[in-house]
C-alpha cells in the first residue's frame, strides 16, 4: 500500500555563522521551528530495484542528486531492503526558498519508505545517515523547536514555544546559499572593498559564544518562569490568555537574535529587506529571513493582524500565505499520515 505523508517546513529564529571548518562548511548556530507549511510525499514499492523519482515540477530533479533519493538509497542500504521504491513529490513550498523543502522532502520520503516496508531503523542511525546528506535534513527527525549547532546538523530538541500564526511571504527569487556563504566570507575579509568591522564587531567564535549565551539565558528564563508557575519545561502555557501564551516566544525574539545573512542577501534583493519591512509595518512581533531566503516570515500576535499583512503584501503581487508555528506533538501527529 503506498503511504503519504506530510513534509513541513521550517522557518529560522536566528541564525549565526561562524568560522569556515576544515571541511569546508561554516560553523553555524541557529534555532529551527517547524511550521505548517507543507508538501506531499507518496511512496510505494514496486517490483524490480532502484529508487525513481517523480515530480511535476521541473526545478526539482529526478536523478541521483534529488535529496530524497540519496537519503533512501542510504536507508535502503542500511535496512538491507529489495524492491523498486516509487517516490512521488507534489510541491507546495518554493523551491531554493530558505523553507528546508528538499531537506525536509527527503526526511518525509525516509519515514514514508520505513512504513512501507514496515522496517525501522534505529534513531541514532536515522540521525547520522540524514546529517552525512545534508545540513538540516537532521532537524526534520525532530520537529518543533529545535536547536542547531556543528554546520546545523547537530540538533537538540528545546522546549517547544507555544503555537504561533506566522506569515510566510515567497518571493519568486531564488537565492543561492553557497553562495550567499561565499558574500558573506568575502564581506567578513574585506574583499569587497567594504571594512570587516562594519559587518560585525565580533569574531567569528565570539558570535557563536553570544549566540549561545543568548539561548541559554532564555531557557534559564523560561526554567523560572515555569518553575513559579508550577509546570514542566514544555514550552505549553498552563492558561489560554494570549499574554502568557505569548511569553516565551517574545521571550526568544526579545534577546535581539537575527540571521546573520540578511546582512549579504539584503543588499542584492532590497525587495526582500523591503518585505521585512512590510511585515514589521503590518504588526509582527517578530520578522526575518529564512535560512538564506529568500522566504521571509513575520510572527504575529493574533491571526486577523496576520491575514491583513499578508494581504498588502500580496496587493504588492507577492505570495503570503498566513500558517502556524508546529509544537513537536503537533508536527508529528500530522506528519504521520497514509491518507487525507
Given at each position: ?14 541564525l549565526h ?14 534555532v ?15 517490483r ?23 537519503l ?50 534505529p ?12 545540513s ?13 549547532v ?12 507555544p ?6 511571504a ?32 565580533f ?40 499574554g ?53 516570515y513575520?510572527?504575529?500576535?493574533s ?14 503581487g ?23
Amino acid at each position: 500500500m503506498p503511504v503519504t505523508v506530510r513534509s513541513f517546513a521550517k522557518i529560522n529564529l536566528g541564525l549565526h555563522i561562524g568560522a569556515l571548518r576544515p571541511d569546508g562548511f561554516h560553523e553555524l548556530r541557529t534555532v529551527y521551528q517547524t511550521i505548517a507549511l507543507h508538501d506531499v510525499v507518496r511512496v510505494h514499492l514496486a517490483r524490480g530495484s532502484g529508487i525513481e523519482i517523480r515530480c511535476d515540477d521541473p526545478r526539482v530533479p529526478t536523478d541521483e542528486s534529488n535529496t530524497c533519493y540519496r537519503l533512501v538509497a542510504r536507508a535502503l542500504a542500511v535496512l538491507k531492503a529489495r524492491g523498486r521504491v516509487i517516490i512521488e513529490i507534489e510541491k507546495r513550498l518554493p523551491v531554493q526558498g530558505g523553507l528546508g523543502g528538499a531537506s525536509a522532502n527527503a526526511v518525509a520520503a525516509l519515514v514514508a519508505v520505513e512504513r512501507v516496508l514496515q522496517k525501522t531503523m534505529p534513531a541514532p542511525e536515522r540521525l547520522r545517515i540524514a546529517a552525512e546528506v545534508g545540513s538540516d535534513l537532521p532537524l526534520f527527525l525532530v520537529g518543533g523547536t529545535v536547536l542547531g549547532v556543528g554546520r546545523g546538523e547537530e540538533v537538540y530538541p528545546l522546549p517547544d514555544l507555544p503555537q504561533t500564526v506566522c506569515v510566510v511571504a515567497t518571493p519568486d527569487i531564488g537565492v543561492s546559499t553557497p553562495k550567499a556563504f561565499a558574500d558573506w566570507d568575502r564581506r567578513l575579509n574585506g574583499a569587497d572593498g567594504s571594512a570587516s568591522g562594519k559587518l560585525t564587531p565580533f569574531s567569528p567564535s565570539d558570535r557563536m559564544l553570544l549566540f549561545g549565551r543568548t539561548v541559554s539565558a532564555w531557557l534559564s528564563g523560561q526554567s523560572q518562569s515555569n518553575a513559579k508557575s508550577g509546570r514542566a519545561l514544555s514550552g505549553v502555557p498552563v492558561s489560554k490568555g494570549r499574554g502568557r501564551a505569548e511569553t516565551p516566544l517574545l521571550d526568544l525574539v526579545r534577546t535581539g537574535i537575527e540571521n546573520d545573512f540578511e546582512q549579504v542577501v539584503f543588499p542584492q534583493y532590497p525587495e526582500l529587506r523591503g518585505v521585512k519591512r512590510v511585515l514589521g509595518r503590518g504588526g509582527a512581533s517578530y520578522a526575518s529571513l529564512s535560512g538564506s531566503g529568500s522566504a521571509t516570515y513575520g510572527l504575529f500576535r493574533s491571526r486577523a493582524a496576520a491575514a491583513k499583512a499578508a494581504a498588502r503584501l500580496r496587493s504588492d503581487g507577492i505570495p503570503a500565505v498566513v500558517s502556524t508555528t508546529l509544537t513537536r506533538p503537533q508536527y508529528w501527529k500530522k506528519f504521520l499520515v497514509s491518507g487525507f
